[in-house]
């Protein structure tokens, strides 16, 4: 597999033999800068061709889902954690990779281990840039269980982590009104407050 796209065929036959049907929805989003252009936005720089989010839970996902802020968000724009897939990188390789980084926690079956339960579904973008034009991306959402007993030790100082929340399925819909609200405190950060928001709805939904 080359894996150049957000949505490779062959992968995503892999992944429904693996997981069953996974449920995949489009959208259409404009946006401008600095949303893919500025600093700390730069979705699809690097070689970026999709991301995964991991949706982590210590036990009941009824009792919590994780959440993080990085350093340089706008105050309050906590979110489901998400990494970067790279060109050529399997969605796999990529969520086992962004969870030791930001959590220290490592993908196995062992009892210590994060435990990769189900691929929730994908969400596939078309953005349309006004700089950049058309461009196409994708969100790969898994629900993970971390030990009850993990502590969060982020591995990777790039990642700028600056604070955890925890948050109920029902308080999903909450978190994405304060994403789509972010505008209100930075205007830069507003489509990406509004691209965010999208993830956190749809998991509410496929939770």
């Not at 036959?13 to 946006?31: D, E, I, S, Y």
């Not at 949303?35 to 036990?59: K, P, W």
């Not at 309050?76 to 050529?88: H, K, N, S």
């Amino acid at each position: 597999m080359e894996l150049q796209h957000a949505l490779d065929p062959e992968e995503l036959a892999q992944l429904t033999l693996q997981w069953g049907f996974v449920p995949m929805r489009q959208v259409a989003l404009t946006v401008d800068a600095p949303f893919l252009s500025g600093d700390h936005q730069l979705l699809t720089n690097r070689g970026r061709r999709a991301e995964i989010c991991y949706v982590m839970h210590r036990g009941n996902p009824a009792d919590g889902l994780l959440l993080h802020i990085k350093t340089f968000y706008p105050d309050g724009a906590y979110r489901l954690p998400t990494g970067g897939i790279q060109t050529g990188e399997l969605v796999a390789d990529t969520l086992a990779r962004e969870i030791y980084e930001e959590t220290g926690q490592t993908v196995g079956t062992a009892a210590n281990q994060v435990k990769v339960e189900r691929l929730l579904g994908v969400l596939a973008y078309d953005l349309f840039h006004r700089e950049l034009g058309p461009v196409a991306f994708a969100t790969y959402h898994y629900l993970v269980q971390m030990p009850a007993d993990g502590e969060l030790d982020p591995q990777d100082e790039d990642e700028s982590i600056g604070g955890w929340q925890w948050c109920t399925p029902a308080e999903l819909p909450a978190v994405a009104d304060r994403l789509d609200n972010v505008y209100r405190r930075s205007a830069t950060w507003a489509d990406w407050g509004h691209f965010r928001s999208l993830s956190h709805r749809f998991v509410a939904e496929m939770l």
